[in-house]
């Protein structure tokens, strides 16, 4: 269990907990200006890239600082968790109701609209949530849509959401004031900067999934395709045995591997039985 279903959870997965959910959160005023400030203040974004490269040239013992300290911050406002599909085929079961919103990251990375942010909430109509988000001028964003919250049934949402694992995007959840979780985003390394913070510069803001995936080595046909959407480089390929080996210390548990493998040789098991991987967040 990470440290989220600690202190969130009371020892079950605090992101299947309908209290993370509740409107009630969004009565903290500082709250709900972390919202607003998140999706109007793309300049923040925009800073906080410039100051990725410029941590990558800082001193060895500047880095480690900032990196505890950053992190530390993040667990209090803004901190995610990988979740495998069937986890967020649960977090929409627990939810009322679900909005499909353009990403801020790939706003600022890509300069152009794409939807992989879902917004999920526990009242029927987005609650205080969309409230909020509804009312904010988002004009600065590119695409014709954009603005909008595109209102989606469930079975629908679950779809995109598959099919965004056949893209190689990874499912992640996001506090905004932790507990408090306001979605569900679909990520890559290149263009999300929690990916990005996390994985390239290992500055985490998000926890590794409560699973790791396991290789059936007489299942496995030898195709690569697992290699290629493993957003972090855990899987590589034995040219002796012709098959993929999974490193389980490296695995984040997104299972995105798993949806692609023609073979069905990839499964995901619980972390806390895993020992190599138990205590790896
Ligand atoms: S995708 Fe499946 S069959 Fe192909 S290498 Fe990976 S585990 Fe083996
Ligand atoms: S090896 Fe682990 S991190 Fe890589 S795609 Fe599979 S589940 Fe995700």
């Known amino acids: 269990m990470c440290e989220f279903c600690i ?131 988002k004009s600065f964003l590119t695409g014709p849509d954009t603005a909008g919250l595109e209102k989606l049934a469930k079975d629908d949402a679950l779809s995109a959401l598959r099919g965004h694992e056949q893209e190689g995007l990874c499912h992640t959840v996001w506090t905004f004031r932790t507990p408090f979780i306001g979605g569900v985003c679909n990520c890559d390394r290149s263009d999300c900067l929690a990916m990005r913070c996390t994985v390239t510069h290992q500055l985490p803001i998000m926890f590794r999934a409560e699973y790791v995936a396991a290789l059936d080595p007489e299942a496995c046909g030898g195709c690569r395709q697992c290699m290629r959407v493993c957003q972090f480089g855990a899987i590589s390929y034995s040219a002796s045995l012709r098959k993929a080996v999974i490193d389980q210390r490296g695995c984040y548990g997104c299972g995105i591997c798993r949806a692609v493998c023609p073979k069905g040789a990839i499964r995901l098991e619980d972390r806390s039985k895993v020992p190599v991987a138990a205590g790896l967040w």
């Not at 005023?29 to 410039?50: A, N, Q, W, Y």
């Not at 040239?57 to 406002?77: D, E, H, I």
Request: proline letters at 2%.
């Open 7 to 137: 202190k969130h959870g009371e020892g079950k997965k605090w992101y299947l907990q309908a209290k993370n959910y509740s409107d009630d959160l969004l009565g903290d005023v500082r709250r709900r200006k972390l919202i607003e400030e998140f999706f109007t203040d793309t300049g923040s974004v925009r800073r906080s890239v410039e100051k990725l490269g410029r941590l990558e040239s800082a001193p060895r013992f500047v880095r480690g600082m900032a990196r505890r300290l950053v992190t530390r911050k993040m667990k209090k406002v803004h901190y995610g968790q990988v979740v495998p599909i069937e986890d967020v085929e649960r977090i929409l079961e627990l939810t009322n109701s679900v909005v499909r919103m353009a990403c801020i990251c790939r706003h600022v990375t890509l300069g152009s609209e794409r939807r992989y942010c879902y917004g999920v909430s526990l009242a029927p109509d987005g609650g205080r949530f969309g409230e909020i988000v509804r009312n904010l001028d």
